[in-house]
């Protein structure tokens, strides 16, 4: 299912692209890994900022299973960061909310937002920076063709190594450390005469 959402959000921000574009103009260069690194370098929106949804509201049907021993909720009310009340016969909800340390650390102002996995709304926390570290792969190229009068879009998918950095609490206490490594991907696009990132 996720690898269905990111393909589907990269041909959203392909078709989005559409709109933007003229047409192609030279000729199609290989996207080689020296290339690749060079618009990451240049280019990429890194570093970006790692965050998590936390949830504001859990109906009483859902709680044992969001609240359970290895559950992440569990670990930011230990962590000191969230605290809940419990649900009541005339409000069958366990209701969240930041303590005071984890307010420090909420992102679009500590609103709650609409939605969420449990559809009653959401707070989103800081757990880290993602920092760019280097190109591993450059994958084959893709071409899209849009509707007409649209142009014939490339599209090619470059893996690189992040590193993670300014570690919150909402990050330690799930686990993440300075200096943690993984990896990402985004699609780098031709844009008439050179390789472009597209960020999102």
């Known amino acids: 299912m996720k690898n269905r959402n990111n393909l589907f959000y990269r041909l959203a921000i392909v078709l989005a692209s559409v709109l933007l574009l003229s047409a192609c103009g030279g000729e199609i260069t290989k996207l080689t890994m020296e290339e690749a690194t060079r618009v990451m370098e240049q280019e990429s929106d890194y570093p970006k900022v790692r965050s998590i949804n936390v949830p504001a509201k859990v109906h009483e049907r859902d709680w044992p299973a969001a609240y359970n021993k290895t559950g992440f909720l569990r670990k930011l009310v230990s962590a000191g960061l969230m605290e809940y009340t419990e649900s009541t016969a005339q409000a069958p909800f366990y209701?969240?909310?930041?303590?005071?340390?984890?307010?420090?650390?909420?992102?679009?102002?500590?609103?709650?937002?609409?939605?969420?996995?449990?559809?009653?709304?959401?707070?989103?926390?800081?757990?880290?920076?993602?920092?760019?570290?280097?190109?591993?792969?450059?994958?084959?190229?893709?071409?899209?063709?849009?509707?007409?009068?649209?142009?014939?879009?490339?599209?090619?998918?470059?893996?690189?190594?992040?590193?993670?950095?300014?570690?919150?609490?909402?990050?330690?206490?799930?686990?993440?450390?300075?200096?943690?490594?993984?990896?990402?991907?985004?699609?780098?696009?031709?844009?008439?005469?050179?390789?472009?990132?597209?960020?999102?």
Do not use: C
Not at 102 to 130: H, M, N, P, V
Not at 184 to 190: D, Q, R, S, V
């Open 95 to 200: 209701v969240l909310t930041p303590t005071e340390e984890g307010s420090k650390y909420l992102l679009s102002d500590g609103e709650i937002q609409a939605g969420g996995d449990f559809g009653r709304g959401f707070y989103i926390a800081r757990q880290a920076s993602e920092n760019y570290v280097k190109v591993t792969e450059v994958a084959e190229m893709i071409r899209f063709k849009g509707p007409p009068p649209s142009i014939e879009l490339q599209v090619t998918d470059v893996h690189f190594d992040i590193s993670l950095s300014d570690i919150t609490p909402f990050g330690s206490s799930l686990g993440l450390v300075d200096g943690q490594m993984g990896t990402a991907k985004t699609g780098l696009l031709w844009k008439k005469t050179a390789w472009k990132y597209m960020k999102k």
